[in-house]
């Protein structure tokens, strides 16, 4: 009799654990938002870069750029639902990349802490209030957090260089900064400044598992690392390297500056194309 009663206990034990298991794959489910499920992207992995050997680079240049997200060739870098600069922060926050301080050799040697970046997100205001009836004097601070739509521009970083060994002329991105507008209290423009720099490098293996809005196919899904390796983005020079070290700002105004621009970005692929001419 108490075998018998085991038994019934078991059996009841395991129809309720199966019951309780079909509950819950009831709640779980969730239809599918498309014709098939989307894992290429996700479990896309970057391929390392073609080593090369310092003896086999024969001419190097170094450049600094501007993207503007207001451009509609770079839209993408505006889409609401994934907006690259949240794509940066939510990175830097779940330590899955690593941001750098701007300093004037503008390198890498300054890491920043999650505290340090949080602290660039967002703006400190002070109000002074009165009591009416004590003439209190009260200050309260503020702080009011970063819209992501306000960061319209990013700078870069990159290498363009002759491969000697391979006789071709090949372009790296070394950084990625996004911009930072600057107002004064009557709301008129003062200055944008870097908030940090992005390593690019490590940051391939990231960006080639987070897609890219691609409005002329919505099945075809780019990586951020194939916008930014195919050069799918416009841009404009700022800087080169030169002796002083300065932008073409400091020595040129107004419509001259985009002139100079190309002129330099020109240059880069004349290069290439006099070594194969003469």
């Given at each position: 009799m108490k075998n018998v009663c085991l038994i019934f206990i078991i059996?009841?034990?395991?129809?309720?654990n199966i019951m309780a298991q079909q509950e819950n794959t009831e709640?779980?489910?969730?239809?599918?938002?498309?014709?098939?499920?989307?894992?290429?992207?996700?479990?896309?992995?970057?391929?390392?870069?073609?080593?090369?050997?310092?003896?086999?680079?024969?001419?190097?240049?170094?450049?600094?750029?501007?993207?503007?997200t207001r451009e509609k060739i770079n839209l993408p870098f505006r889409y609401p639902k994934k907006m690259f600069f949240n794509l940066l922060v939510e990175s830097i926050t779940?330590?899955?990349l690593t941001a750098?301080?701007?300093?004037?050799?503008?390198?890498?040697?300054e890491p920043l802490t999650t505290e340090e970046v949080n602290q660039k997100l967002y703006e400190v205001d002070t109000f002074v209030s009165f009591d009416p009836i004590t003439y209190k004097e009260?200050?309260?601070?503020?702080?009011?957090?970063?819209?992501?739509e306000d960061i319209t521009r990013f700078r870069l970083k990159e290498v363009?260089?002759?491969?000697?060994?391979?006789?071709?002329?090949?372009?790296?991105?070394?950084?990625?900064?996004?911009?930072?507008?600057?107002?004064?209290?009557?709301?008129?423009?003062?200055?944008?400044?870097?908030?940090?720099?992005?390593?690019?490098?490590?940051?391939?293996?990231?960006?080639?598992?987070?897609?890219?809005?691609?409005?002329g196919n919505d099945h075809?899904?780019?990586s951020w690392t194939d916008l930014f390796e195919m050069r799918q983005f416009s841009s404009y020079?700022?800087?080169?390297?030169?002796?002083?070290?300065?932008?073409?700002?400091?020595?040129?105004?107004g419509i001259d500056i985009l002139l100079e621009s190309e002129k330099i970005n020109s240059s880069i692929f004349n290069f290439e194309h006099d070594l194969w001419t003469y």
């Amino acid at each position: 009799m108490k075998n018998v009663c085991l038994i019934f206990i078991i059996l009841f034990s395991l129809l309720g654990n199966i019951m309780a298991q079909q509950e819950n794959t009831e709640k779980q489910y969730i239809p599918l938002d498309g014709v098939v499920e989307k894992k290429i992207a996700k479990e896309r992995r970057v391929l390392p870069y073609q080593p090369i050997r310092e003896a086999d680079i024969m001419w190097e240049k170094r450049i600094w750029r501007v993207i503007d997200t207001r451009e509609k060739i770079n839209l993408p870098f505006r889409y609401p639902k994934k907006m690259f600069f949240n794509l940066l922060v939510e990175s830097i926050t779940k330590n899955n990349l690593t941001a750098y301080e701007i300093n004037d050799n503008e390198d890498f040697s300054e890491p920043l802490t999650t505290e340090e970046v949080n602290q660039k997100l967002y703006e400190v205001d002070t109000f002074v209030s009165f009591d009416p009836i004590t003439y209190k004097e009260t200050i309260e601070i503020v702080h009011n957090d970063m819209n992501p739509e306000d960061i319209t521009r990013f700078r870069l970083k990159e290498v363009w260089f002759f491969d000697e060994q391979t006789s071709t002329l090949n372009v790296r991105i070394l950084g990625i900064a996004p911009l930072k507008e600057e107002f004064d209290e009557q709301g008129n423009f003062l200055y944008e400044i870097p908030m940090f720099w992005i390593y690019y490098p490590d940051a391939r293996e990231l960006f080639a598992r987070e897609t890219v809005f691609n409005g002329g196919n919505d099945h075809q899904q780019m990586s951020w690392t194939d916008l930014f390796e195919m050069r799918q983005f416009s841009s404009y020079i700022y800087k080169e390297s030169n002796v002083f070290d300065r932008q073409i700002q400091h020595y040129l105004q107004g419509i001259d500056i985009l002139l100079e621009s190309e002129k330099i970005n020109s240059s880069i692929f004349n290069f290439e194309h006099d070594l194969w001419t003469y």
